[in-house]
């Protein structure tokens, strides 16, 4: 059982930044893929970024190339999601995810067992 935990969401001006947090508990999060997701109000879940159990690839939505970034830490059971350059569009509530690293489809979130409870994003304009 894995549970996940995230942080470092809040309120920022368009071209700002932002650090999301996720704490994992469990002793298979290294083994994990881990990914975050977001979703917007009225609009379904979307994928932003994937990372591999070891850290050595990492994926992201065009959507947020080139502004956002994700890394892990396998020894503090942690990944982060650095986030710049906001724009209002990225205003949502971001969830961090979980699951056995299958290596593909990193981008769907049927390949995540866990999810956390998700922080929210906002960003003015």
């Not at 994937?50 to 892990?72: E, M, P, Q």
């Not at 690293?101 to 049927?110: A, C, E």
Request: with cysteine; proline share 3%; hydrophobic share 35%.
């Amino acid at each position: 059982q894995v549970q996940l935990v995230e942080s470092g969401g809040g309120l920022v001006q368009a071209g700002g930044s932002l650090r999301l947090s996720c704490a994992a508990s469990g002793r298979t999060f290294r083994t994990y893929a881990m990914g975050w997701f977001r979703q917007a109000p009225g609009k379904e879940r979307e994928f932003v970024a994937a990372i591999r159990w070891s850290g050595d690839f990492t994926y992201t939505a065009d959507s947020v190339k080139g502004r956002f970034s994700i890394s892990r830490d396998n020894a503090k059971n942690t990944v982060v999601l650095q986030m710049s350059s906001l724009k209002p569009e990225d205003t949502a509530v971001y969830y961090c995810a979980g699951g056995p690293d299958t290596g593909s489809r990193y981008y769907l979130p049927i390949v995540y067992d866990y999810w956390g409870r998700g922080t929210q994003v906002t960003v003015s304009s």
